[in-house]
């Protein structure tokens, strides 16, 4: 079946700018996640939604990040005034069941590689 | 959270096993060990995750010390597609945030 999707794949843009990237979780998912990952590092946690709503944000590393699932399966993650610190590729991941349950199992998409200029 | 020491890097040939390391000396009762791979320019892709007991599913296999305080990762044929970063990582039960690590970039020989 389709795993999870992110668009765009490559997104360039100038510091200052304003950017969105899109997840498409896995169909029937109720938890989504994000990621980013620097080069040469793991992938860093951002936020989590469980639903509509996001249960831990505490890995957004400043009120410039912004993150919304307003219909519990797409999401948006929302940048502001990018920078060129930002620059990294942006994973989303989805699971089945909530956290602690059986299929809770993450599954990540391919990422978005996002450059600030 | 715990946190888990793995090799840089480690090479292997084409079609022998390999065994990738990680130790967790501060594991907790509790955390599972999950091992994550990330292939060229893809997110990472689960393969394995245990509590006490070794498992196996069809990608690999996972042996888990008896003090819990280290795991191996067995890939029981490597081949070319097998060249990634592999992470070994602990979650609690409950929790849901892969705190990862930089994992062991595995290259396969032909």
């Known amino acids: 079946g389709a795993g999870v999707s992110q668009t765009p794949s490559n997104k360039v843009t100038e510091k200052g700018k304003y950017v969105e990237l899109r997840c498409d979780p896995i169909?029937?998912?109720?938890?989504l996640y994000w990621y980013r990952q620097s080069l040469g590092q793991g992938p860093e946690f951002l936020i989590y939604f469980q639903g509509t709503g996001a249960a831990d944000d505490s890995g957004l590393p400043n009120d410039r990040f912004f993150a919304v699932r307003p219909e519990g399966s797409v999401s948006t993650l929302k940048i502001q005034r990018t920078e060129r610190g930002d620059s990294a590729v942006y994973l989303c991941?989805?699971?089945?069941?909530?956290?602690?349950?059986?299929?809770?199992?993450?599954?990540f998409g391919p990422g978005t590689r996002l450059t600030v200029l | 959270d715990a946190k888990t020491t793995q090799p840089n890097s480690m090479e292997s040939n084409e079609e022998e096993p390999v065994h990738l390391p990680c130790n967790h000396s501060t594991i907790s009762g509790t955390d599972y060990i999950h091992w994550y791979r990330q292939l060229p320019s893809q997110g990472p892709e689960y393969v394995i995750h245990g509590l006490t007991s070794n498992v196996n599913n069809r990608m690999a296999s996972l042996a888990i010390a008896e003090d819990r305080k280290s795991s191996t990762l067995i890939l029981h044929r490597a081949t070319l597609r097998d060249a990634a970063v592999y992470y070994c990582?602990?979650?609690?039960?409950?929790?849901?945030?892969?705190?990862f690590g930089t994992g062991t970039r595995l290259k396969v020989l032909a």
């Open positions: 991941a989805s699971s089945l069941k909530p956290p602690g349950d059986r299929g809770d199992t993450q599954y």
């Open positions: 990582i602990l979650r609690g039960s409950g929790t849901y945030k892969y705190i």
């Open positions: 169909s029937g998912h109720t938890a």
